[in-house]
Structures are given as C-alpha cells and as structure tokens.
C-alpha cells in the first residue's frame, strides 16, 4: 500500500475514536439530566439524521473539491458539536452537529479510496479501514466507559496543569474535552492526506438539479443486478449495528447486570469481532466472489438470538465476538463490490452518499422501532427475538433476490447465444 493510505487510515482512526468516545459520554449526559431511558437510540437518530437529508448534497460537496480538504472541513463541523456538548447544550442537539460533519465526511474518507488505489486493492483496502474503524469503535468505547467510571474521573479531575485552568469541574467535561483533542489530532491528518489529482466537478448551485442528480444515482445503483444486492447487504447490516449497540446495553444491564460502564465495553467486544472477520474476509475473499459470503448474514441474524439464553460473563463475551465475526466477514466484501460498481456507474462521492442515504435511512428506521419497543416497555429479550429473526429473514430474501438475478442473466446468455445459432 502507498504511504499516502496509511495517513488516510490514521485520520479516520481518530475521527471514529472520537465519535464513539463521545456517543458514550452523550449517553452518560442523558442519565445525569434525568432523561427518558428511550431518548438513548435517539442519540444515534439525531446523529444520523443528517446522512439522510443531506444525501443529495453531500455527495456532490465531496466530488467538488479535494477530498483532504472535505475531511478536514467536516472534521472541523464535529469539533464544533463536540463544543456545544461541552458548554452545556443538549446532547441531542450537540451529537446532531457532530453527525453533520460525520455526514459530510463519509464520501470523503471512503470515495478517496475508489480514486486512490486500483480496483484490485479495494477488497483490501477496506478490510483494513473497516478493521481500523472497528478498532476506533472498540477503543472508543472503552474510553469513554473507562471515563466515566467515577474512580478514573475523580483522578483525571484532581490533576492540576501548571499555569492553566482548564474550568473543568466535571466527570462529563472532562470526557469531553478529551475527545475534543482525538478530534484534533484527526484534524492534524486530514491535512496531509493525499491529493489524488482526480479532476474535481464544479459545485451546482442548484439544489432542484442536485436532487434530481441524487435521484438519478440512486435508481442508478439499486437497477444495478451487482449494486443493488451489496446495497441491499450494507444497508441491513449498518441498520442492525447500530441497532445491536443499544441492544447489548440494554441486555447487558438485565441479564449481566452491568452498569454503564462495563456494559459499554461489551459493544467493544462485538467490535473485536467485526475487526477480526474484516480481516480475514480482506485476506480470503476476492472482488469477484464477494456475494458468495451473503449465507453468513443469515448465520449471524440466528446466532443472535442465543443472547436470550446467556446469563454469564464467560459465555457472552465468545457469543458478542463471534456475532461480530461474522458481521465483518460477510459486510466487507460487500462494501468493496458497492464501492466498485458506484465508481464504475457515477463517481466516487456520489455512490458513498447513495450508500450513505439508505444506510443511515435503515439506521433511522431500525433505532426507531428500537425507541418504539422500549417506549412500550417490551422485554429486552423479545427485541432481541425480533432483530435476531428480521435480520435473518432479510438476508434470506436478498439471497433469493441474488440468485434470481443469476438466473436471469444466465437465461439472457442463452438467449443470446440461440439467437447467434
């Protein structure tokens, strides 16, 4: 790999690293307001907000100009939410911003690899930015809990630096303000980041045409026999993760009884296993037999709903790591093949923000129903029972789907070749 990756991959490490820290500091500033149990997935709606209305322009923003700079500008928007969090606005309102900028730098991070690297290295290149991502997400989660936990902050809080007052005086303060510095650091990356010397297509002013252009793409990509599958792939997978972050919580503090804290740590376990599947896939799976790891989809969906069962520490933990595993296996050649055929049909930023609006659509709809059931005062273990059986059968309807398309391509062929005789 070009070295010019490695500062692509180190910039995304500390961006994600900080969302993630910061997703757990949010959760712990609703708890010490007092909020609704329920507002806690509605941390990740706001977040993702922006993903979905935004789609039509983001795509357009990041094929504009260099993508360093898309980076950098979107980085800068996150560090402005993180601020808001720090001084006191609501964690909704404040991780609503930070989405924003995550919205916008999204087709950067991944489109500069489509203009970057050769086709041939796509499959690997995103085995190791999905593993690194997943690594952000583990390490994230871990020091946000490791944080908040009260005789850590008590620690951090009594350290005085010389000559400077900080005016931080609380355990959510000070979390913030460090992730304010991973957001900083990621900021500092995103300058040297490479310019691919991609030509860059002027900005319209017009938002009537950019939508239209949007919409144009997205019918593009899902007529697409290839691209509507692996969207149909990422789109449930991304949907169900950030379902399965609220849902270990939740089942962690009721079947494990752990607080906070230690339950936050179990999502970095599922974390460890996404890494470990990514790669491996990165390492076993090529471009052209991407879809053939679409079975384990429907692997992981069923293994899901052994978490019903488990009572013990011992028996979550290979549980969360294999689930994970599995996710990772079967998502990244999926994104690799989404990548490729989105380049190949319309440009890097436009296929990433296509994929963006109807991973984070799934990601909306699937916290929503989350927010629904827990409203409702449903049984974690029937959510549980629910996602496990609907993510399954989803990925049993897009093998289907597959197939059929197989079918109807090699029918074409012979069409054609009758035709010739």
Request: proline share 4%; net charge neutral.
């Amino acid at each position: 790999m070009p070295f010019g990756f490695y500062i692509i991959m180190a910039a995304q490490f500390f961006s994600a690293l900080a969302d993630n820290a910061l997703l757990i500091a949010a959760i712990y500033a609703l708890r010490e307001l007092q909020a609704p149990a329920e507002y806690e997935p509605l941390l990740k709606t706001f977040f993702t907000v922006s993903y979905v209305i935004l789609a039509a322009f983001v795509g357009a923003f990041a094929d504009s100009m260099p993508k360093w700079r898309v980076m950098f500008i979107s980085n800068t928007i996150k560090i402005v939410g993180c601020a808001m969090m720090f001084f006191a606005v609501h964690p909704l309102a404040a991780y609503a911003v930070v989405g924003l900028g995550a919205a916008a730098y999204s087709p950067a991070k991944y489109g500069i690899l489509t203009e970057y690297l050769p086709h041939r290295l796509l499959v690997v290149a995103n085995g190791w930015i999905e593993g690194l991502t997943v690594g952000a997400i583990i390490l994230g989660v871990v020091i946000g809990g490791t944080l908040i936990k009260p005789e850590i902050a008590q620690t951090l809080l009594a350290f005085d630096f010389p000559l400077l007052d900080t005016g931080i005086d609380s355990t959510g303060e000070m979390v913030i303000g460090i992730v304010g510095v991973l957001y900083l650091l990621a900021a500092l990356f995103n300058l040297y980041v490479p310019d691919t010397g991609v030509d860059h297509k002027p900005l319209k002013k017009n938002p009537v045409y950019l939508v239209h252009e949007f919409n144009h793409c997205l019918m593009l990509l899902w007529r697409d026999k290839l691209g509507q599958i692996s969207l149909a792939v990422t789109t449930l997978f991304w949907g169900a993760g950030a379902t399965l972050q609220f849902i270990v919580i939740k089942w962690a503090e009721v079947a494990l009884s752990l607080d906070l804290s230690k339950s936050s740590m179990l999502q970095g376990v599922v974390a460890i296993g996404v890494a470990g599947g990514a790669i491996v896939a990165a390492k076993l799976v090529t471009l052209r037999k991407s879809v053939r790891v679409i079975p384990l989809g429907i692997a992981m969906g069923l293994i899901v709903l052994a978490m019903i069962l488990v009572r013990d520490m011992w028996l979550a933990v290979p549980l969360l790591i294999l689930v994970g595993g599995l996710s990772g296996f079967f998502v990244v050649p999926m994104n690799a093949l989404l990548q490729h055929r989105g380049h190949i049909l319309m440009g890097a930023g436009h296929s990433i923000a296509v994929q963006n609006f109807n991973e984070n659509l799934s990601i909306l709809v699937m916290t929503g129903l989350y927010f629904v059931m827990i409203r409702a005062d449903l049984s974690i273990y029937w959510v549980i029972t629910l996602f496990g059986l609907f993510v399954a059968g989803t990925m049993y309807l897009v093998k289907r789907q597959h197939e059929l398309n197989q079918r109807l391509h090699d029918d074409v062929i012979h069409l054609d070749d009758s035709a010739q005789h």
